[in-house]
């Protein structure tokens, strides 16, 4: 690779990555190894076309593309793919997440990269897997959220599927691609060789329904929707207060015996509907209900406080704003301030981990469509003259 940004820093800082990407699930991954130091080259065509709602400057872009450069080139035509194709010999990773046949008709499949820079990862994210029958389905987070199961289990028992909150196919397959990613890194470490690294939203979201996807491919049981409740372990779920609702969160054994302490309920310990885990779960409406007529008679701070005196696992329910505001997210950083140079300062979310001596860093906003092009492509070997003819044929 070539030195790129020399603000950069990190424990991937050492790697180039021509991100392909669009919409989220791919963004996502690329997220991941620019923040942790990759000189990150966003491939964009000339009008900086995303499909992401709210437009470059809105929020969710600047969220999702921040540590790149960017770069403007048509890679529909010959002269265009020349152009990538410099970039590549000089990369360590490509990144794309089109539909699985169309990286083969830009010529941007694993084959073609592989002859131009034997040392390539190439790692993509598909709706439902680069072969097979879904494999030239369009993805989207919903559908795949359907087909995974996670719906199934979503929601209040009996209310039908409920799609989750969050775009949690896009994000967790992008996850996983960039843990992919990096295993193939350490891989080529040793070997000497890339390789082509994909998931796709399904087997992301199959994967994330864990511990329930087990219940069927060991026990062959269908979990049902739960809604609030914990699926086995009961009580744990949302309870009413005064003046609102909190999460509670018991399990056997001394945290039970507690959380009947802090209820003065003692008698649960030994009356048969309780008294066991089992029992508990085969009678969680009555269990919550009584619970409720408890927790209604104070506010959720009060009940709050008093479980975690308790020692019992309890926690507010937040809406976005007050989870910024609460002392511990506060503390984490989780809320980043940058300064862009159109928007003034914005507020970023930070990444999740910390590594002791390589921090992360976000170093700068989204960047504009094409910011970078000239420079980028001074960097792999072309002069003023031949930059000046790419632009005049709109190749770049």
């Known amino acids: ?30 997220r991941q190894l620019a923040d942790w130091g990759a000189d990150v080259i966003k491939v964009e065509e000339a009008g900086g076309a995303d499909i992401l709602g709210g437009g470059r400057h809105g929020s969710d872009f600047q969220n999702l593309q921040r540590n790149k450069r960017s770069i403007t080139i048509d890679l529909k035509s010959p002269e265009g793919r020349d152009v990538f194709y410099r970039l ?15 990286k083969n008709r830009l010529g941007l499949d694993y084959e073609t990269l592989k002859a131009i820079n034997p040392r390539i990862v190439l790692g993509s994210i598909s709706g439902f897997g680069q072969t097979g029958p879904y494999a030239v389905r369009p993805g989207y987070d919903q559908i795949a959220q359907g087909l995974s199961g996670l719906m199934s289990v979503t929601g209040l ?61 060991m026990d062959k049981q269908v979990p049902p929707q739960a809604g609030n409740d914990h699926p086995t372990g009961i009580p744990t779920g949302v309870f009413e207060t005064s003046d609102g609702h909190i999460n509670i969160a018991t399990s056997p054994g001394p945290i039970w015996d507690r959380f009947c302490g802090l209820m003065k309920r003692e008698d649960w310990k030994t009356d048969p509907r309780f008294a066991r885990p089992a029992d508990r779960s085969k009678n969680r409406v009555e269990m919550n209900r009584q619970i409720n007529e408890i927790m209604r008679t104070n506010t959720s701070v009060h009940w709050v406080d008093a479980h975690e005196k308790a020692g019992v696992p309890c926690g507010h329910i937040y809406s976005m704003d007050q989870v910024f505001a609460d002392e511990q997210v506060k503390h984490l950083g989780m809320a980043v301030p940058m300064q862009h140079p159109k928007l003034g300062e914005i507020g970023l979310v930070n990444q999740p981990l ?5 921090p992360h860093e976000l170093r700068s906003t989204a960047p504009e469509v094409g910011e970078h092009t000239d420079p980028l492509l001074r960097e792999v070997g072309f002069d003023d003259a031949a930059i000046a003819d790419l632009r005049s044929r709109k190749i770049v």
């Open 157 to 217: 028992p009996g209310q039908g599927p409920v799609r989750a909150g969050i775009a949690i196919a896009d994000s967790g397959s992008g996850i996983y691609l960039s843990f992919g990613i990096l295993a193939a890194l350490l891989e080529r470490e040793v070997s000497g060789q890339g390789q082509w690294v994909h998931t796709s939203l399904m087997q992301a979201l199959i994967a994330l329904c864990d511990f329930q996807a087990a219940r069927w491919t």
């Open 88 to 102: 590549v010999k000089t990369a360590d990773v490509v990144v794309e997440n089109y539909r699985a046949d169309v």
């Open 1 to 30: 690779m070539t030195s790129g940004d020399i603000h950069r820093k990190g424990p991937l800082a050492r790697f180039r990555v021509l991100d392909l990407t669009r919409a989220r699930a791919g963004p996502t991954a690329v």
């Open 354 to 358: 910390t590594m002791s001596r390589t």
